[in-house]
């Protein structure tokens, strides 16, 4: 399943759901941004059918952002049942990300 490009609007919406959700807060000129970009749309394709996966450029939905306290991108925050309930901040290389989200939402 593929990555979903949201809004504010779009990430309160999806929060709400409660369902396993990972978000990118992101921005275009951001270079470790645009280097997990391709990582995190890889995990999606293995994952998305037990992990909702989202991104949000942080330029243009500054609300989600400003909720979430992020000060550094990428941010990628993990939530379950509508609370977050992990972060990781910085570029990280694929086996370290996939494992992180294997194991915060308990995913074999």
């Not at 921005?27 to 059918?49: H, K, Q, Y």
């Not at 990628?76 to 989200?101: N, S």
């Amino acid at each position: 399943m593929a990555v979903q490009h949201i809004n504010d609007d779009e990430y309160d919406k999806l929060v709400k759901e409660g369902k396993p959700l990972v978000v990118d807060f992101w921005a275009p000129w951001c270079g470790p941004c645009r280097m997990i970009g391709p990582i995190f749309e890889e995990i999606s394709n293995t994952l998305g059918d037990k992990v909702t996966f989202a991104k949000i450029n942080v330029d243009e939905n500054q609300k989600a952002a400003s909720q979430n306290g992020v000060t550094s991108i990428p941010s990628i925050i993990f939530f379950k049942d509508g609370k977050r309930i992990d972060t990781l901040i910085g570029a990280v290389p694929k086996p370290m990300l996939e494992q992180k989200i294997k194991a915060v939402f308990a995913i074999q």
